[in-house]
């Protein structure tokens, strides 16, 4: 092992230092810079969850008082109001799908199936979860299906739904089938969402129960 003086190891420091100095500096910067940039994200990210969470909370009691007050104009205004807020300042939170949700369900009270179909599958083609997509696909299918845009329903029902969404995909099925009238086709759907269904839907199961009875012919 080599002994060096005090005066020797100075310079060969001070050597090292003019050869690797800049990118010790260099990285040490880039580390801190991306520890301040990561905790100013998070802070950035949980402040905006923390404001759109205000907003839907705004639009669940507004809906809250609406369904008290249904023909309030005013009630119905909030609502909207609420609503447009977290989709236009609130769009990279997944509140603004349920903004979304709500004015499609506006728009279908007014008949503006066109707005909600649009409203509806922009959710679908980019849901900020994969429940929330198939529940928008779902809602607009039926949208489509009430607007009598029979093709556009179809499209829209020609997917690889999961397990857990197999009853409504049939269900819908069968109510595209029966505006079309192809009842022999409704029924078999019908039976299919009924097996399909999970036996604690009881009251959506009747639902369909009732679908598939008034396709019998009377006698």
């Not at 990118?23 to 949980?46: D, E, F, K, N, P």
């Not at 109510?175 to 999970?198: C, H, I, K, N, V």
Request: glycine letters at 6%; zero cysteines; proline letters at 2%.
């Amino acid at each position: 092992m080599t002994d060096y003086s005090e005066e020797e190891q100075v310079e060969r420091l001070r050597k090292w230092w003019e050869q690797n100095g800049t990118s010790v500096v260099l990285a040490i910067v880039l580390s801190v810079s991306g520890l301040l940039g990561w905790r100013y994200w998070q802070s950035s990210t949980q402040e905006k969850a923390e404001a759109a969470s205000v907003v839907y909370q705004q639009l669940t009691e507004a809906m809250d008082q609406a369904r008290a007050v249904p023909d309030s104009a005013e009630q119905a205004e909030q609502v909207q109001a609420a609503a447009e807020k977290l989709v236009s300042e609130h769009g990279s939170t997944s509140y603004a799908d349920y903004g979304r949700f709500t004015l499609a369900k506006l728009a279908v009270e007014d008949r503006d199936y066109a707005g909600a179909a649009v409203l509806l599958r922009e959710v679908m083609d980019s849901p900020s979860t994969k429940a929330i997509g198939w529940t928008a696909r779902a809602r607009l299918a039926r949208v489509l299906l009430q607007s009598a845009d029979l093709d556009g329903a179809e499209q829209v029902l020609n997917a690889s739904w999961p397990e857990s969404w197999q009853g409504q995909a049939f269900e819908l099925r069968g109510d595209l089938a029966r505006a079309r009238g192809d009842l022999e086709a409704a029924r078999a759907a019908y039976q299919s969402a009924l097996t399909a269904l999970e036996e604690d839907g009881a009251g959506h199961r009747e639902l369909v129960q009732m679908k598939l009875d008034d396709l019998v012919p009377a006698s």
